[in-house]
T-cell receptor, first 116, second 111 residues
Framework: DTGVSQDPRHKITKRGQNVTFRCDPI?????LYWYRQTLGQGPEFLTY????????KSRLLSDRFSAERPKGSFSTLEIQRTEQGDSAMYLC??????????????FGSGTRLTVV | GDSVTQMEGPVTLSEEAFLTINCTYT??????LFWYVQYPGEGLQLLLK?????DKGSNKGFEATYRKETTSFHLEKGSVQVSDSAVYFC??????????FGAGTILRVKS
């Protein structure tokens, strides 16, 4: 297992376009998280899944954002009608449910989105 | 709600200097506390953790002690190296799910 994988690493898109990011967690981890990190700030929570169920969504996740984890494995994060304010690093992380508090998460390298 | 406050950076030190990065938190219960490190161009890596009061987390020469009375989790290292240059994030977790991060502190170590 090579850890949490995110694709693409970088994405440049024009304002108003839709984009989709993919995250492949560590295979035995049943929790998957999405965070957003803007320049000079710490990561901010967006949403998380336990298996295929989306258990919590942040108020940061406007109706233009949607996340799925259809079979409890990989996840996708889609942003519709992108705006310049969506430019950020989108981080995915995973953890095993029973040990999250003790071990934290394993993060992927992120997808850097630039909206022009 | 829960929050984490870190000292502002950047922190610039000479090699072999002593490092302290302050971190304080606000939480309703008894969170687990973490330090993550982000090297240039890479993702966040867990550096160390502590899950209850008076626990000391340590890794790679870094240490932090969970101080409930002062709600703090300061990061220390006795002798920094150029390779320690990175952004350091303090974070807390309650109830086993969300990590709440501080804004991060940039550390620059000069040879």
């Amino acid at each position: 297992d090579t850890g949490v994988s995110q694709d693409p690493r970088h994405k440049i898109t024009k304002r108003g376009q839709n984009v989709t990011f993919r995250c492949d967690p560590i295979s035995e981890h049943n929790r998957l998280y999405w965070y957003r990190q803007t320049l000079g700030q710490g990561p901010e929570f967006l949403t998380y899944f336990q298996n295929e169920a989306q258990l919590e969504k942040s108020r940061l996740l406007s109706d233009r954002f949607s996340a799925e984890r259809p079979k409890g494995s990989f996840s996708t994060l889609e942003i519709q009608r992108t705006e310049q304010g969506d430019s950020a690093m989108y981080l995915c992380a995973s953890s095993p449910r029973d040990r999250t508090t003790n071990y934290g998460y394993t993060f992927g390298s992120g997808t850097r989105l630039t909206v022009v | 709600g829960d929050s984490v406050t870190q000292m502002e950076g950047p922190v610039t030190l000479s090699e072999e200097a002593f490092l302290t990065i302050n971190c304080t938190y606000t939480a309703t219960g008894y969170p687990s506390l973490f330090w993550y490190v982000q090297y240039p161009g890479e993702g966040l890596q867990l550096l160390l953790k502590a899950t209850k009061a008076d626990d000391k987390g340590s890794n790679k020469g870094f240490e932090a002690t969970y101080r409930k009375e002062t709600t703090s989790f300061h990061l220390e290292k006795g002798s920094v190296q150029v390779s320690d240059s990175a952004v350091y994030f303090c974070a807390l977790m309650e109830y086993g799910n969300k990590l709440v991060f501080g804004a991060g502190t940039i550390l620059r170590v000069k040879s």
